[in-house]
């Protein structure tokens, strides 16, 4: 039997971090310690200004050091359809803003990063058809993209796309925060917030500016925006090495419900099915399902012919838009909210984070613009 609940990107090596006990104060206070909260935190120590950050649990305990480890260019949509449904400037702009930030993670943190590309593949002619627009629309835009045959099957081609070690690179940038004299703590829940105040149940943190960086159960975190994000589960499986099978990229296929890579040493980490469990998915309950566990495994074994044991099995939770771009909002002032990436939160929910740094810290941000609503 796997562990219960361990991501394969577990490595051991993470000392841990102290709970706040007693009152700080700082120019900023970053609330949850993500992807997106760490960027936060590191472009904010760029921009001089002084740093609490605190987690409810660890460094990237919950979907940021849990999930598939695709670094995918845009938003939840496809380009296509982000162009049909947000316009097509603001689609351009935001796939030029992913493509920019998938670099400065690439050279923050090289070693966790394979920029190899990605592969969407078309589980039906339909898709195909979807996968042929969708090129038709990147073509336009003078953005990466080609078609695809090969052993996956068909359809584009990503090559600015990659993968990387999601818990690895978290950790890295938090280790980095702290040598950049951030004062990080973990299992410090927020129980209160302001734009000047977060409190904790041992202590506050007094402040000027507050980022909010919470992707699952964000709803849960702010009940006013209840109606608006919608809590997921997301489910994976992982393998011991299988030489039997060789996937260069990563790969994600009908319609980006199921998404599988292979990593450097052979291992398969597997993920989806999440509309095949029904509603018993939207759930902030982040532990795996036997029904979307049984239905990746009958994938690995049946499609990707994969004959390695199965080592990990995990589940997070992240939450979801209904137009599928992020919540970037101040609800009120000095409180800024990022999250409810949809499912596809590692570029965009840095970018989100960087974006929200440049504003907590008192400048404007072009980085923002696409993102504010209204
Ligand atoms: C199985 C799975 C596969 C995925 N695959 C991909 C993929 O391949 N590519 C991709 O781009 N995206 C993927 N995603 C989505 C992506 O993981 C997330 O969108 C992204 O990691 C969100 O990061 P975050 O830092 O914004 O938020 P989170 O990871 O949600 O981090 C928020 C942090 O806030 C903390 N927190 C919560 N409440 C409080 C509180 N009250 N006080 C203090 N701290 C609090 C949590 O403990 C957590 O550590 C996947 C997600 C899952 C679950």
């Not at 995918?72 to 702009?93: K, M, N, T, V």
């Not at 099915?273 to 029904?291: H, K, Q």
Request: net charge negative; hydrophobic share 40%; glycine share 12%.
């Amino acid at each position: 039997m796997p562990p219960a609940n361990i991501p394969v990107w577990e490595e051991g090596g993470w000392a841990g971090l102290p709970s706040l006990d007693g009152d700080v104060e700082a120019d900023v206070c970053v609330v949850g310690l993500g992807g997106s909260g760490l960027t936060c935190v590191g472009e904010l120590l760029r921009l001089g200004a002084s740093v609490v950050g605190v987690d409810a649990s660890l460094v990237a305990g919950a979907a940021a050091g849990r999930n598939g480890g695709f670094l995918l260019a845009g938003s939840y949509h496809f380009y296509h359809d982000a162009a049909r449904e947000y316009g097509h400037e603001r689609a351009r702009s935001i796939y030029r803003l992913t493509l920019e930030e998938m670099d400065r993670i690439e050279a923050e943190t090289p070693g966790a990063v394979r920029r190899v590309g990605s592969l969407r593949i078309a589980a039906s002619a339909e898709e195909e058809e979807d996968c042929r627009e969708q090129l038709a629309a990147m073509r336009d835009d003078a953005l990466p993209a080609e078609w695809y045959e090969g052993a996956e099957g068909r359809g584009l081609l990503i090559p600015t796309d990659g993968a990387f070690q999601p818990l690895v690179r978290a950790r890295a940038l938090a280790r980095c925060a702290l040598e950049g004299g951030a004062r990080l703590y973990e299992h410090t829940p927020a129980v209160l917030m302001s734009g000047t105040e977060v409190a904790t149940p041992h202590g506050r943190v007094r402040c000027g500016r507050v980022v909010v960086a919470v992707d699952g159960q964000l709803e849960r975190l702010m009940p006013s925006l209840a109606g608006r994000v919608r809590t997921a589960r997301l489910q994976m499986l992982a393998t011991a090495p299988a030489p039997e099978v060789r996937f260069p990229r990563p790969v994600y296929l009908r319609w980006g419900y199921e998404y599988f890579q292979q990593l450097p040493d052979g291992r398969i980490a597997l993920g989806g099915f999440r509309d095949y469990g029904g509603d018993a998915e939207w759930t902030d309950e982040a532990v795996p399902s036997e029904s979307v566990q049984r239905f990746l495994e009958e994938f690995l074994r049946d499609r990707l012919g994969v004959r390695a044991p199965i080592t990990h099995r995990w589940a997070a939770a992240v939450s979801y838009t209904p137009d599928g771009l992020p919540v970037f909002e101040e609800p009120e002032p000095g409180l800024f909210l990022i999250g409810g990436y949809s499912g596809t939160g590692n570029v965009i929910g840095a970018l989100c984070g960087r974006a929200a740094a440049q504003l907590a810290a008192g400048g404007s941000s072009d980085l923002a613009r696409p993102f504010m609503h209204g």
